[in-house]
């Protein structure tokens, strides 16, 4: 599996996901801090984690039947693997897995999986729009 990779001047490097060949005898993922530090194994630790806890409350009767629910970006899979049932546990996972696998590459990293980029949640209600056309939270001027 190959995917393209672009520098911060725009030049396009093709790049292997898995650093393999048909003679390697085996992969190993690794991660300074931890597999699930890495986005191909916490994104489907999530899933697992949010399709579990909609049975555990299924189980106790907590789930109502004319109830609609949704879910955004990663917990619409887990949505739709633990409400609608669209496909086994083990396929949504597997989507999920290259899922995530295609972000954990999508930016540069240094040797301890670190990157220039961050991901944050932020209230729509607290956000204004200031001087120059530029976004803030709260009320900065």
């Known amino acids: 599996m190959i995917y393209d990779s ?17 003679r390697s005898p085996s992969y190993t993922y690794r991660h300074p801090k931890g ?9 489907p630790a999530l899933t697992v984690m949010e399709k579990a806890a909609f049975e555990d409350m299924n189980s106790k009767g907590l789930i109502s039947e004319g109830s609609k629910y949704a879910g955004h970006s990663l ?34 990293r240094d040797e301890e999986g670190r990157s220039d980029f961050g991901m944050m949640a932020v209230d729509p209600s607290r956000v204004t729009r200031c001087k120059q056309n530029r976004v803030y939270q709260g009320s900065h001027g």
């Open 6 to 22: 672009y520098d911060t001047a725009g030049n396009k490097t093709t790049k292997r996901f898995f650093d393999i060949h048909e």
């Open 35 to 43: 597999l699930l530090f890495s986005t191909e194994f916490a994104q």
């Open 75 to 108: 917990g619409e899979y887990a949505a739709l693997g633990a409400i609608a049932n669209i496909m086994p546990l083990e396929q949504i996972l597997s989507i999920v897995f290259y899922r995530g696998l295609s972000m954990q590459v999508a930016v540069e």
